[in-house]
């Protein structure tokens, strides 16, 4: 029987969900097949304990005020520990506890920063929950083009 869970997870301002999960450098590098639209992510994941659940993560606050809805899939029910391990999974997967605030701080004193800092203002780095993950990250974006990072990503999954 398949069963949902539903979740509301805060971060730390400022925080951007969409700048964090989407694109070269979020979240779906090492998972190609999920579905970033009208700011929905819709992903799977695993637990460090190698447990699989779908995933739908979207922003239901602003970027100063920043709150992730979190919907969980799992083929069955979840218990108190299974659910505090995969809240706490997906809050570190998304860096909502990172505080960038001192970044921003020593980014207005740079004129180079500031400027980047206004395109990307609370982007966080998304993390990877197990190491073989990281390693095929650290294989295919090795001095590529993201272009060729992507084909070499699409050829380690599709054969």
Request: aromatic content about 8%; hydrophobic content about 40%; proline content about 6%.
């Amino acid at each position: 029987m398949a069963c949902s869970l539903k979740l509301r997870l805060k971060a730390l301002p400022p925080y951007d969900f969409a700048l964090t999960v989407h694109g070269p450098a979020g979240w779906p590098l090492s998972t190609p097949f999920e579905i970033f639209e009208k700011g929905v992510l819709w992903t799977a994941m695993r637990t460090p304990t190698g447990k699989l659940f779908g995933l739908k993560l979207r922003s239901v606050g602003t970027v100063e005020k920043p709150e992730i809805f979190c919907k969980i899939y799992s083929h069955r029910e979840l218990g108190t520990s299974e659910r505090r391990e995969l809240l706490k999974t997906v809050a570190w997967m998304l860096n909502l506890g990172e505080d960038i605030r001192e970044f921003y701080a020593l980014a207005e004193r740079d004129t180079l920063v500031k400027v980047l800092v206004k395109d990307l203002y609370g982007m966080r780095n998304t993390k990877q929950p197990d190491i073989f993950q990281r390693l095929i990250l650290a294989v295919t974006l090795q001095m590529a083009p993201i272009t060729r990072s992507n084909q070499m990503m699409n050829s380690l999954i599709n054969e």
